[in-house]
């Protein structure tokens, strides 16, 4: 999936996007995303490849107020660039690169 120049808002949802074995996701160039008050976790993945996030500009797609609001998993890659986001955990097997990268 790519995404620009399109306002995404996803909220009251349990998991506000999933992405499962080898799914992947590219927001960027206008493309602005706002992820918040999901119950559980605003953006899963779980063997994912590759999300690829740039907010243009910087900090104006954001990922916050969820239970978590980004679990990675299970070899799942990330690139966020200038994306604002509250919580982040992942496991060992993920690869992270970015603004905001795995603990």
Same mark, same amino acid.
């Given at each position: 999936? #790519? ?10 949802? &349990?998991? +506000?996007?999933?992405?499962?074995? *080898? /799914? +992947?996701?590219?927001? &960027?160039?206008?493309?602005? @995303?706002?992820? =918040?008050?999901?119950? %559980?976790? %605003?953006?899963?993945?779980? *063997?994912?490849?590759? @999300?690829?996030?740039? #907010? $243009?500009?910087? +900090?104006?797609?954001?990922? &916050? ?5 980004? $679990? @990675?998993?299970?070899?799942?890659? /990330?690139?966020?660039? %200038? ?6 955990? !992942?496991?060992?097997?993920?690869? #992270? =690169? +970015?603004?905001?990268? !795995?603990?």
């Amino acid at each position: 999936m #790519s995404i620009e120049g399109s306002h995404f808002v996803i909220e009251n949802n &349990q998991v +506000g996007l999933n992405f499962r074995t *080898g /799914s +992947g996701a590219a927001f &960027q160039q206008g493309g602005l @995303l706002t992820v =918040r008050n999901n119950n %559980g976790t %605003g953006m899963l993945a779980d *063997g994912a490849g590759t @999300l690829a996030m740039v #907010s $243009d500009p910087p +900090g104006a797609s954001v990922i &916050q107020n969820n239970g978590t609001d980004v $679990d @990675l998993k299970f070899g799942t890659r /990330s690139d966020f660039q %200038g994306v604002i986001i509250g919580t982040i955990v !992942c496991d060992a097997t993920v690869l #992270s =690169r +970015g603004t905001t990268v !795995c603990p």
